[in-house]
Nanobody, 124 residues
Framework: QVQLVESGGGLVQAGGSLRLSCAASGRTSWIYAMGWFRQAPGKEREFVATIIWSGGSTYYTDSVKGRFTISRDNAKNTVALQMNSLKPEDTAVYYC?????????????????WGQGTQVTVSS
């Protein structure tokens, strides 16, 4: 199993920045990719970004391209999401998740282990 612990959420004004971190422990050799999803009240969980553990390729949903950056530290088994130019519509609970195999990077069902989530609130 893989355990994930997120940190770094909070309240920020529109235009501000936050940095989320996710630390993985356990069977980290099972990780093919680590990603971030978010879920706003009354909405489905949506893909935000993911990074392939070996090689470092990154993928983003269109609404965050140019504003968010995902990065990893393989030695520390951590992944970070730097969020700049935040907008009120970015408000959600953000979840870190691990993907064990090649396949769709967009679907939550492709990710096996999930963190507990961290709240990000952007005020206008």
């Amino acid at each position: 199993q893989v355990q994930l612990v997120e940190s770094g959420g909070g309240l920020v004004q529109a235009g501000g920045s936050l940095r989320l971190s996710c630390a993985a422990s356990g069977r980290t050799s099972w990780i093919y990719a680590m990603g971030w999803f978010r879920q706003a009240p009354g909405k489905e969980r949506e893909f935000v970004a993911t990074i392939i553990w070996s090689g470092g390729s990154t993928y983003y949903t269109d609404s965050v391209k140019g504003r968010f950056t995902i990065s990893r530290d393989n030695a520390k088994n951590t992944v970070a999401l730097q969020m700049n130019s935040l907008k009120p519509e970015d408000t959600a609970v953000y979840y870190c998740a691990t993907k064990p195999r090649i396949g769709s990077i967009w679907a939550p069902t492709e990710y096996r282990y999930w963190g507990q989530g961290t709240q990000v609130t952007v005020s206008s």
